[in-house]
């Protein structure tokens, strides 16, 4: 079964950057798309912060549009979200997410805690 898994968080200052990675077990093109998620502390549901498609088209949220951005390396299986002039309110649990080609099943990484302090 095809697997996900986020790295890269961590505690930055306001202003600071991260790069996360989510690195799949089988091939980045099993999926139709795979896209990063955010849960804040206390947050009900997860807010969908970056998408890549298969074909390559890319959404972002309003709220990290310009700061963020969202890339894959084939090579390697990986999708990356890089984060720059980060706000406390990013703060959150991330997840990688992957909709799985053709049938639409997903997968879910297990979450990677990013924290920016004032």
């Known amino acids: 079964q095809v697997q996900l898994k986020e790295s890269g968080g961590g505690l930055v200052q306001a202003g600071g950057s991260l790069r996360l990675s989510c690195a799949a077990s089988e091939s980045i093109f099993s999926f139709t798309y795979v896209a990063w998620y955010r849960q804040t502390p206390g947050g009900e549901e997860r807010e969908l912060v970056a998408?890549?498609?298969?074909?390559?088209?890319?959404n972002y949220a309003d709220s990290v549009m310009g700061r963020f951005s969202i890339t894959r390396d084939n090579g390697k299986n990986t999708v990356y979200l890089q984060m720059n002039n980060l706000k406390p309110e990013d703060t959150a649990v991330y997840y990688c997410k992957g909709e799985l080609y053709p049938l639409g099943s997903q997968r879910w990484g297990q979450g990677t805690q990013v924290t920016v302090s004032s």
């Open positions: 998408r890549i498609f298969s074909g390559g088209a890319i």
